[in-house]
């Protein structure tokens, strides 16, 4: 299967400061990235929906200014947790889709946060 | 709006057991059904992907099924074996969107 490589897979910062996670297709071309957080015992819950070169697109409840995605690249999203608050602790995952597997979705490792 | 539901939410059993987990959806209008393993602190594995227009699939130990009318599929784990413990998830992805909806998943240990 096509390979979807998550950095860094654990990270622990202090509050009031930004950090950056990103998500690579290593062997295919990512049109669509997926970002979701999973809370302990609950589902992933789908963050947002990004296409290459366009902006994501939001789930309700989710504040974009806070969880700012980019897709630059066919390769390449990230997801940026600005001025982090403990209740941003969660693990977040990310998933890829690409041109000639439109219908599955491969996903990263995850990125475990943890702000104090 | 797509609800996915795993039962049961956890499962403790002895090794060597046949285990059957479940997943119901409430829209049956969906493309395919995923099932993934994560382990603690991990990200997921895809284990099984069964198209819509499919019965089952099957991987080693693993067989996964969809009744799509009825909006359910089982996991079934042959000979269950201590390595096997993790959450499994189960996600719909319908179709139209193919956004992966997931339920809270099956929390398994398997004790020698």
């Known amino acids: 299967g096509a390979v979807v490589s998550q950095h860094p897979s654990w990270v622990i910062c202090k509050s009031g400061t930004s950090v950056k996670i990103e998500c690579r297709s290593l062997?295919?071309?990512?049109?669509?990235m997926f970002w979701y957080r999973q809370f302990p015992k609950k589902s992933l819950m789908l963050m947002a929906t990004?296409?290459?070169?366009?902006?994501?697109?939001?789930e309700q409840g989710v504040e974009k200014d806070k969880f700012l995605i980019n897709h630059a690249s066919l390769t390449l999203s990230t997801l940026t947790v600005t001025s982090a608050h403990p209740e941003d602790s969660s693990f977040y995952i990310c998933?890829?889709?690409?041109?000639?597997?439109?219908?599955?979705?491969?996903f990263g490792q995850g990125t475990r946060l943890t702000v104090v | 709006k797509q609800e996915v539901t795993q039962i049961p939410a956890a499962l403790s059993v002895p090794e060597g057991e046949n285990l059957v987990l479940n997943c119901s959806f409430t829209?049956?209008?969906?493309?395919?059904l995923q099932w993934f393993r994560q382990d603690p602190g991990k990200g997921l594995t895809s284990l099984l992907l069964?198209?819509?227009?499919?019965r089952e699939q099957t991987s080693g130990r693993l067989n996964a099924s969809l009744d799509k009318s009825s909006g359910r599929s089982t996991l079934y784990i042959a000979a269950s074996q201590p390595g096997d413990s993790a959450t499994y998830l189960c996600?719909?992805?319908?179709?139209?969107?193919?956004?992966?909806?997931f339920g809270r998943g099956t929390s398994l240990i398997v004790h020698p």
């Open positions: 998933s890829a889709r690409g041109r000639d597997r439109y219908f599955e979705a491969f």
């Open positions: 062997d295919f071309q990512a049109t669509t």
């Open positions: 990004s296409n290459e070169g366009s902006k994501a697109t939001y």
């Open positions: 996600a719909v992805s319908p179709g139209g969107s193919y956004i992966p909806t």
């Open positions: 069964i198209q819509s227009s499919q």
């Open positions: 829209d049956s209008a969906i493309y395919n």
